[in-house]
Structure formats: C-alpha cells, structure tokens
C-alpha cells in the first residue's frame, strides 16, 4: 500500500536555486495539499487542489508554485529558494463525501525535509 | 479566520499516567474537529474526530469530546504507553471543509 509518496525525503540548496518536490498518490484522492511544518507552529497549508487542473492558494503560498495535470500527482516548486523555506514539507491527499465537501480525513505522505542555506 | 490553540510542551509522562491534552478552537459555523498524531519521523495520520457538538471521538484508548460551549476538544487517555510518545495535533475544518486548519501541536514522551 503505496498512499501517499514524497521525493526526495531530504535537500540542501543554495540560496536561489530551484527545484520541485514530488508527491505521488494512489488512491484515487480528489483533494491534495501541500503543508510546512515549522516548530511551534504546527502545519501550514501553503497551496491545494480539488481536481486535476484546479489549484489554489493557501495561507503562505508566496514562493511556491503547483499544478495538477493528473490525478495522481501535485507537484511543489520552489523558483527561487530562501532560508526562510527551510521546513519539513508534506503532502496530503482526501477525498470529499457525497455532498462534495472535505471530511478533514488526510492522508500524508512521510514528509521533505529542506534546508536552503 | 479559524484558528486552534494547544496546549503549550513538551509533555513527559511516566508510563500508565493520565493524559490530557488541551486544545480550544475559534471558527465560523460549525466545524469538525480533529486529532492528529505523528510518530517520529512519520507524517500525521488520524487519530480520532468528532463532526458534531457532544459527539465523542475515540480510538486506541484516547478519546476527545466535542464542547461547543466551551469551544474546547482537550485529548485525553486514561493509561499511556511509552509507544503513544509522539507529536499529537489538534485541528478543525469549517466552511467549504477544503482545508485543515492545525494547532501548533504537542510533544508527548512517556518514560517507562
């Protein structure tokens, strides 16, 4: 039972290189997300997505870029990275009930953990 | 906006001790509420939830009831393992429930 994958699990960058996090789901998921975890802080929605092809923004979007051309995949990319994106990141994925609405019930992926220095 | 307060940690308890976590909430309308726990090195997985006001959530001995006087949904469990050592965080989803809002989470290590 694959649910929920992310790549890589670990990076370094430099300040102003780029580079794109992988999350993968196969459970036929409607609904994914990306989080930052940050001490004290909790997790922070930075961009989601109800279906392929619809994307919106977060509560800290500013720096990260996302599109859904399938289903299965959601991809996060940084265009330019700064120090104050060193985070762990996750990936999440739900489906809505019946009424097309989320129940809250995610599902994440083991997490990314960057460091731009 | 929506938001959820925990309990400040870390959290250290001996092995069979009581637990309670603190969690209170501010939203719109009328939210789910939710307890997530992650193991080291894991992402979050489900814990319990509760959809409505008085509801109880349960699962693996723990247990959170929803009060929507008090605006709380305080984690509890009655007997703690040093398995259940990990990161437990409270959040709601309002709205259109497309997204989760989380509290800050809490830090819980059981010593034997």
């Known amino acids: 039972n694959a649910g929920v994958t992310q790549t890589p699990k670990f990076q370094v960058l430099k300040t102003g290189q780029s580079m794109t996090l992988q999350c993968a789901q196969d459970?036929?998921?409607?609904?994914m997300s990306w989080y930052r975890q940050d001490p004290g802080m909790g997790l922070r929605l930075i961009h989601y997505s109800v279906g392929a092809g619809i994307t919106d923004q977060g509560e800290v979007p500013n720096g990260y870029n996302v599109s859904r051309s399938t289903t299965e995949d959601f991809p996060l990319r940084l265009l330019s990275a700064a120090p104050s994106q060193t985070s762990v990141y996750f990936c999440?994925?739900?489906?809505?009930?019946?009424?097309?609405?989320?129940?809250?019930?995610?599902?994440f992926g083991e997490g990314s953990r960057l460091t731009v220095l | 906006g929506d938001s959820v307060t925990q309990m400040e940690g870390p959290v250290t308890l001996s092995e069979e001790a009581f637990l309670t976590i603190n969690c209170t909430y501010t939203?719109?309308?009328?939210?789910?509420l939710f307890w997530y726990v992650q193991y080291p090195g894991e992402g979050l997985q489900l814990l319990l939830k509760?959809?409505?006001?008085?509801d109880k959530g349960s699962n693996k001995g723990f247990e959170a009831t929803y009060r929507k006087e008090t605006t709380s949904f305080h984690l509890e469990k009655g007997s703690v393992q040093v398995s259940d050592s990990a990161v437990y965080f409270c959040?709601?989803?309002?709205?259109?429930?497309?997204?989760?809002?989380f509290g800050s989470g809490t830090q819980l290590t059981v010593l034997p």
């Open positions: 959040a709601l989803t309002s709205g259109s429930a497309r997204q989760l809002t």
């Open positions: 939203a719109t309308g009328y939210p789910s």
């Open positions: 509760a959809t409505k006001a008085d």
């Open positions: 459970m036929n998921h409607e609904y």
């Open positions: 999440a994925s739900s489906s809505p009930n019946r009424q097309g609405q989320g129940t809250g019930e995610l599902f």
